[in-house]
């Protein structure tokens, strides 16, 4: 028991010291990224795939099945073998290696650099910069929007992925360490690149779909609520944020995107969601929110505030509370 409880202890200070490291550093554009080489493999495999696979349904579901078992298996397999072998040579190098893993699997503070560029362009009083910097971080066309959708937009992006990017990654970590939450983002980014429901992915994609749903289901209901608990540190408008998580946040076509963004929109007394754009069609998505108010550029700035606030909330639940028992039995 004593050296479990040793295990766990390394472990989770390991999510601690990656979590900081995160807040300190963000993610620097010149530092190799996994994401980035799990798209480069993603591609790789689907193009190999297509090429030996028929383009029916049947096969698209057995090709992108097999390409999802690879990016669950492979990225955390290695991780795990990695963290073996240093362990083997010194417990501190496995322990400075699983921080470094655990801070570059979470993005709180890119994803606060992302849409602060959003901010600090519209005080510039530049729309078009600002939708060119809000394109960056969403799907959606932005070339037509104002200032009142490019605000809305990044909002939406911060309270989205604040599952996604931190509350997910650091439940997953805080269960199964670097192994597991290397897993988890492989399945995240398969789904950014394969979980469109269109003619080339319906079949393709379905299994990474389905896979991030699963895993996602409870982060992202643990997500909204968290959020809420945000807001009322943050001193916004905690009870609408429960009310509107409640009321709204199974409105999306997805079991999981609305639940951050509903809480997002109740907290800061906005409507968010809505039609919007995508490759020059409109498509209608429903409106999360009671929307009292028209959003403004210091909109982004209180969503950056709910994400540090869940941020900081899930740490302590996953992380703080098991280390305060292991540390003081």
């Known amino acids: 028991m004593a050296v479990m409880g040793g295990f766990l202890t390394r472990h989770l200070l390991a999510l601690l010291a990656g979590f900081c490291l995160d807040l300190i550093l963000g993610d620097p554009r010149w530092f190799p990224h996994p994401v980035r080489a799990m798209g480069g493999l993603i591609a790789a495999l689907e193009g190999g795939l297509r090429r030996i696979f028929p383009a029916r349904p049947r096969w698209e ?50 994803l606060k650099a992302e849409s602060g560029r959003v901010y600090q362009t519209l005080k510039r009083e530049s729309l078009e910069g600002a939708r060119r910097a809000v394109a960056m971080i969403v799907g959606r066309d932005t070339g037509e929007m104002d200032e009142a959708q490019v605000v809305r937009a990044a909002v939406e992006s911060v309270a989205e992925n604040t599952c996604d990017g931190v509350v997910a990654p650091l439940i997953f970590l805080a269960i199964g360490g670097a192994p597991l939450g290397m897993a988890y983002k492989a399945v995240s980014t398969m789904d950014s690149m394969l ?29 909204g ?105």
């Open 195 to 223: 979980g469109y429901r269109n003619a080339r992915y319906l079949y393709f994609g379905r299994a990474a779909a389905r896979l991030d749903d699963v895993l996602n289901f409870l982060p992202a209901r643990l997500a």
């Open 225 to 329: 609520a968290l959020m809420c608990l945000a807001a009322a540190a943050c001193g916004y408008d905690a009870k609408g944020a429960w009310r509107i998580f409640r009321r709204d946040r199974n409105k999306h076509a997805s079991p999981n995107s609305a639940h951050t963004e509903a809480a997002c929109a109740g907290a800061l007394e906005l409507r968010l969601g809505g039609p919007a754009c995508y490759g020059g069609k409109e498509v209608e998505k429903p409106w999360l929110g009671d929307g009292t108010r028209t959003p403004e550029p210091v909109d982004i700035l209180r969503a950056q505030r709910l994400l540090y606030g869940t941020a900081f909330f899930t740490l302590a639940l996953v992380c703080g509370l098991p280390l305060v028992f292991l540390l003081f039995p």
């Open 61 to 110: 579901l057995l090709a992108g099945g097999l390409l999802a078992a690879v990016l669950v298996i492979l990225p955390g397999g290695l991780t795990w073998l990695v963290l073996r072998l240093c362990a083997t040579a010194s417990p501190w190098l496995a322990f400075g290696v699983e921080s470094l893993v655990c801070y570059q699997l979470l993005a709180t503070r890119a």
